[in-house]
């Protein structure tokens, strides 16, 4: 594996570098257990390794476009937050609304899961902390909590069935990557950064976009548990249901067809893996109280969801073969 996860890291930079774009964009998906998460940091922490040991950082520069210019025209078709319309929680077609708040410049957007899957989109410059030249983005952060879940009109199944794809806040994992693909920003062949470069974010006039985290152990989002910062260059977004050819899953393909700043990468693994694995990760986390009743619960709840990203999603770019044992 650790030849696959070098491989991986270097087809993801030579996308940046081919690509013309200051960030770039990298989709993985994979049925349940597949190994997303850890594949996605494992490549994340390559790839900032070598950063850190020949990146460079550009010194401010005068920015081609001021950020909240560039906030206001991404968050621009998103309509205000309306206080007298009723939000209904089973409603997987609602649209994502926003609240804007001046004095920290800062648009939050969000749909059914409110506060707790809420993205903000941040145009006050940051400060000069560390950065991240690659970033993770989990679509598990938009788990719709559990107080969402408690409002459905069938709660034991919607509790039961939780995973499955109806029970993620869709429309908003749509504006997400909207939001992280109109950031892919075209800087134009003079003004191509080098490789290793990030720039001190003023130039690219990106806006700093907060979104939501998911411990399997808190069993709930965690809002605003990453910041994908205005100098990070290649975002790893990952979650099961991100090539899905359904419902509001579908524009994500949509939107992102004919695009050249993004690829999209599958893990390919046997349902007996996963079903030790993620039996294993549910007693781990407190979900179930015996490995067999973990068991139970993956052959009737994740792998349907598996066999469902398996029939009904759009084709990968790469495939990547999951060593079992292999982390
Ligand atoms: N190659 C592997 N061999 C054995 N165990 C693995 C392997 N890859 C991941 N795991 C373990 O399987 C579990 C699920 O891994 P991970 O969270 O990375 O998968 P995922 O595809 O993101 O899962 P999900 O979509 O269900 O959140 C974790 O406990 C992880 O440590």
Redesign the pocket.
């Known amino acids: 594996?650790d030849k696959t996860y070098t491989a991986l890291a270097n087809r993801a930079l030579q996308l940046l570098e081919t690509s013309g774009t200051y960030r770039v964009l990298v989709f993985l998906v994979?049925?349940?257990?597949?190994?997303?998460?850890?594949?996605?940091?494992e490549v994340a922490s390559r790839i900032n390794v070598m950063h850190r040991e020949n990146g460079f950082r550009e010194p401010p520069g005068k920015a081609t476009s001021p950020r909240d210019l560039v906030t206001n025209s991404l968050v621009s078709g998103i309509p205000m937050f309306d206080p007298a319309s009723v939000i209904d929680p089973e409603n997987e077609a609602l649209q994502p609304h926003k609240v804007v708040d001046l004095p920290t410049q800062t648009t939050t957007i969000r749909a059914r899961g409110l506060e707790a899957t809420a993205i903000d989109v941040v145009s006050t410059p940051v400060s000069d902390t560390e950065v991240s030249f690659v970033q993770v983005a989990?679509m598990?952060g938009f788990h719709l909590p559990r107080n969402v879940l408690d409002q459905f009109s069938d709660l034991a199944s919607a509790h039961f069935r939780r995973?499955s794809e109806w029970t993620f806040d869709s429309t908003l994992v749509v504006t997400l990557v909207d939001l992280l693909q109109a950031c892919c920003v075209d800087l134009g062949l003079d003004s191509k950064p080098g490789l290793f470069q990030t720039l001190l974010g003023a130039e690219t006039g990106i806006p700093l976009l907060a979104i939501p985290t998911?411990d399997?152990e808190l069993k709930d989002p965690t809002p605003r548990g990453t910041v994908i910062q205005p100098e990070t260059r290649i975002v790893i977004v990952?979650?099961?249901y991100l090539l899905l050819k359904i419902k509001a899953w579908s524009t994500i393909h949509r939107h992102l067809s004919g695009k050249r700043s993004h690829e999209t990468w599958k893990?390919d693994?046997s349902e007996e893996?996963?079903r030790?694995?993620?039996a294993?990760?549910h007693l781990?986390s407190g979900l179930v109280e015996t490995y067999e009743k973990g068991v139970e619960r993956y052959d009737l709840n994740?792998v349907l969801n598996g066999r469902q990203v398996e029939l009904e999603s759009w084709e990968a770019d790469v495939h990547i073969d999951?060593?079992?044992?292999?982390?």
């Open positions: 594996m994979g049925t349940p257990g597949s190994g997303k998460s850890s594949v996605a940091h989990p598990d995973g998911f399997h990952e979650g099961l893990i693994v893996a996963c030790e694995r993620v294993k990760r781990r994740d999951s060593v079992d044992g292999v982390v």
